[in-house]
């Protein structure tokens, strides 16, 4: 058909592009690369915090580990091997994907570290009675969940 053949189109309707299954392949893909990359970054951002939290002891180690083993499961899974395979973290996290087990050893520093920390809280804030209950409550359900888990 010669283009004088044809009935008159409107500017942008001549410019529009047509969706193909191409374009939307294409956009799939840079969605999954930048979910990949969320999960990529929160999972470093959780070995830092699980690395710091090996020297503090009001901050958690193995919650943030478990979280980072799950971030890269999603995006990188050279890095989830590595933290599988660490000498001090690896067991941990493989006990945890294989039972949900939580060593007594880590139960017994969780409820020191909850109790160092609320110790700090109370004496350092001298917090309300309604805050101090909202606390221990908060971290007696920590506590009631990470005992309720095998050894």
């Not at 039972?99 to 004496?123: D, E, H, Q, S, Y």
Request: aromatic share 12%; glycine share 10%; proline share 8%.
């Amino acid at each position: 058909m010669r283009r004088e053949d044809r009935p008159m189109m409107a500017a942008d309707e001549e410019l529009a592009p047509v969706p193909t299954d191409q374009d939307s392949a294409g956009a799939r893909a840079g969605t999954r690369r930048l979910i990949r990359g969320f999960y990529l970054v929160l999972g470093i951002g959780f070995v830092v915090l699980g690395f710091i939290g090996a020297f503090l002891p009001v901050l958690p180690t193995t919650p943030f580990m478990i979280l980072a083993a799950a971030c890269f499961a999603r995006s990188s899974p050279r890095l989830e091997n590595w933290l599988l395979q660490h000498r001090r973290f690896g067991p941990l996290l493989r006990n945890w994907r294989e039972r949900g087990a939580i060593p007594l050893k880590a139960k017994l520093m969780a409820l020191g570290g909850m109790a160092l920390g609320f110790a700090l809280f109370w004496f350092g804030g001298h917090p309300g009675p309604w805050l101090t209950a909202a606390v221990a409550l908060l971290m007696l359900t920590g506590l009631a969940y990470v005992f309720s888990r095998p050894s």
